[in-house]
């Protein structure tokens, strides 16, 4: 298993960003995909959680109305847009799978300028 996220880098307050997840080693399509992310000095959180077919999303209540997850399956990858950014949402993202075990990918870097 393999993820890979990019996407990241430095934006203003108020601005965009889409993360992009892309997924080898497995059977993407049978698997929910995750987002989280680490602040730092904090502890990782969920951000989103999308189905495996994609058709049911959760979100932590703070990235609720901002944050959108989706998966292309037909590309084996997930992406996290990213809308109306503040500063605290500054952390590094990382891609999560679970197959018996968690997986992760390195992580990207968001870093939101106020």
């Known amino acids: 298993v393999q993820l890979v996220e990019s996407g990241g880098g430095l934006v203003q307050s108020g601005g965009s960003l889409r993360l992009s997840c892309a997924a080898s080693g497995f059977t993407f399509s049978n698997y929910a995909m995750s987002w989280y992310r680490q602040a730092p000095g904090k502890g990782r959180e969920l951000v989103a959680v999308i189905s495996s077919a994609g058709g049911s999303t959760n979100y932590a209540d703070s990235m609720k109305g901002r944050f959108t997850i989706s998966r292309d399956n037909a590309k084996n990858t997930v992406y996290l847009q990213m809308n109306s950014l503040k500063s605290e949402d500054t952390a590094v993202y990382y891609c999560?799978?679970?197959?018996?075990?968690?997986?992760w990918g390195q992580g990207t870097q968001v870093t939101v300028s106020s």
């Open positions: 999560n799978t679970r197959i018996f075990r968690n997986y």
